[in-house]
């Protein structure tokens, strides 16, 4: 049962970050997905920097995610802007 909520945490937190950031990205529904779920993990590691104990479900960590999934399409597109020049 974890992994459908990470699932669905990750989609919510990959359309929320490529809808915060403008531009046109093209990637699907799936690529939306392994954003949400590398932007949970770099939230995931952002919080345990500044937090110990028991990372649980909550809505801190659902920010954390979509905080982190906006670092990653940051990322995706400095990476991806430098190879198509």
């Known amino acids: 049962m ?6 669905i945490v990750g989609l919510v937190a990959g359309v929320i ?3 915060l950031v403008p531009g046109r990205d093209p990637m699907g529904w799936l ?3 392994a954003l949400g779920l590398i932007g ?6 952002l919080g345990d920097l500044f937090t110990s104990g028991n990372q649980d479900f909550s809505p801190a960590g659902l920010i954390g995610s979509i905080i982190g999934a906006i670092v990653a399409l940051l990322v995706w597109r ?5 190879r198509t020049v």
Request: charged share 15%; hydrophobic share 55%; net charge neutral.
């Open 78 to 82: 400095a990476v991806t802007d430098r």
């Open 17 to 19: 970050a490529r809808f």
């Open 31 to 33: 690529g939306t997905l």
């Open 2 to 7: 974890d992994i459908i909520v990470w699932l």
């Open 40 to 45: 949970s993990l770099i939230g995931g590691f």
